[in-house]
């Protein structure tokens, strides 16, 4: 994909250096040099330009751009400006991020669908994190049910999803597993590297093993029970 990113403050820098490392072709536009310098060894596409001076848009290549990245997180005026220009390009999908909620009001008027608030989310995750205890990661559905990753207990070692009794003891369901597994370098076994692998939908003759992440799916309180009843710690390793 051919995405445009305006704003390379923190939030768009991470942005343009994680898309660029998934494959996309990353466009990175900011009005300030050092943030520009920043990212010209790391991405392929990296100006200087100011995105509020529409005539300034003729030199990069936005019409065979597929989306466009409102990041800008200093200046609500100018992010608001920006997305205005790029409504005029038909092919363009567009992602603004809001610094308020007045600029939430705007963008809604202005027909932007997608709006981001990297601050607030990035609250919620670690609210929900400190919340769910030793939660890895956690994705709300709706205001009832939620999907976890969490750390498989040391008393599951050894057992098969049907002994566990997941369902019947707190209404949760394994999704599946990923689980630490060895790669051989060069086809000699002296070299390995460890890896996470994931196992695929479970069945009820899966077995558990050391270290092992389960992903569940269950109502948020269930999930809560769930990690508190069986005692679930953070292991030593990394993640």
Known sequence: MKIIIIGLGNFGRSLALNLTDNGHEVFGIDNKMEKVNLLKDHIENVICMDANNE????????????????????????????????????????????????????????????I?????????????????????????????????????????NGKSVKMLQLIQKYSILLI????????????????????KQVIGLVNEETMLQNGDILTIFGKKQSIIHFIKQENIIHPSYSY
């Open 176 to 195: 599946t597993i990923i689980r630490n597994v060895k790669l051989n370098l060069f086809f000699y076994k002296k070299h390995q590297i460890d890896s």
């Open 55 to 114: 005539e300034a848009y003729k030199m990069i290549p936005i019409e065979q751009a597929n989306l466009g990245i409102v990041a800008i997180g200093e200046n609500e005026g100018s992010s608001i400006v920006t997305t205005a220009i790029l409504k005029k390009y038909q092919n363009l999908r567009i992602i603004s991020r809001s610094l308020s909620q007045i600029h939430d009001t705007i963008l809604n008027a202005m027909g932007i669908n997608e």
């Open 116 to 156: 981001i608030h990297p601050e607030q989310d990035a609250a919620f995750r670690l609210t929900q994190q400190i919340s769910f205890n030793y939660a890895l990661n956690y994705f709300k559905i709706d205001h009832q049910y939620s999907i976890a990753e969490v750390f498989s207990p040391s008393s599951f």
